[in-house]
């Protein structure tokens, strides 16, 4: 079945420093990416997805990049700011017809001043 | 303002009690979802729905009972509440034809069981 594993957290950063979060994938077929932003005491939001092989996402300065030849989708931002602090999550959903997302175990990011 | 709904937000509950958590969204999405949100798992898929009448199993979806009668409501209920079902509770809508457009979350319900 279809999974995703993501690095571990928790990650403390300093603001302005470079954020890399790591995903990756297993997956039959062409699945979606998508990176998803929960900030303290809220749901999750969608902040950025990928539907097809070397799509780039983007959104708030984030970034990441489908890439089917490492099943990766590591998300990115060059400065980050304190209010970037919240827990990540990668997903994917299957193919047409599969509504179900499956998530990784998210990744706590902390971002000090 | 439009989305999902999501009632209690918190909720304590004994061993063996039994309850309902509800969700609603007004969005007209075919889709909805429950998740369960643990330390360390991630979100994990109890049941899902793909229009009214329609129910099924996702991955996690021992304990739990849903239904949906109606496109608006698709409501949790717990059957005999287990410490084990101590969890943070997330409901999820979308569109069938856009889920590629992301769900859209309600803003949790936060269970324990004691």
């Known amino acids: 079945g279809n999974s995703v594993t993501q690095m571990e957290g928790p990650v403390t950063l300093s603001e302005e420093a470079f954020l890399t979060i790591n995903c990756t994938y297993t997956a039959t077929g062409y699945p979606s990416l998508f990176w998803y932003v929960q900030y303290p005491g809220e749901g999750l939001q969608l902040l950025l997805k990928a539907t097809k092989a070397d799509d780039k996402g983007s959104n708030k300065g984030f970034e990441a990049t489908y890439r089917k030849e490492t099943t990766s989708f590591h998300l990115e931002k060059g400065s980050v700011q304190v209010s970037d602090s919240a827990v990540y999550f990668c997903a994917l959903s299957g193919n047409a017809n599969d509504y179900k997302l499956s998530f990784g175990a998210g990744t706590t990011v902390t971002v000090r001043a | 303002n439009a989305g999902v709904t999501q009632t209690p937000k918190f909720q304590v509950l004994k061993t063996g009690q039994s309850m309902t958590l509800q969700c609603a969204q007004d969005m007209n999405h075919e889709y909805m979802s429950w998740y369960r949100q643990d330390p360390g798992m991630g979100l994990r898929l109890i049941h899902y729905s793909v229009g009214a009448g329609i129910t099924d199993q996702g991955e996690v979806p021992n304990g739990y009972n849903v239904s949906r009668s109606t496109t608006e409501d698709f409501p949790l209920r717990l059957l005999s509440a287990a410490p084990s079902q101590t969890s943070v509770y997330f409901c999820?809508?979308?569109?069938?034809?856009?889920?590629?457009?992301?769900?859209?979350f309600g803003s949790g319900t936060r269970l324990t069981v004691v």
């Open positions: 999820a809508s979308s569109h069938i034809t856009d889920v590629n457009y992301g769900y859209t």
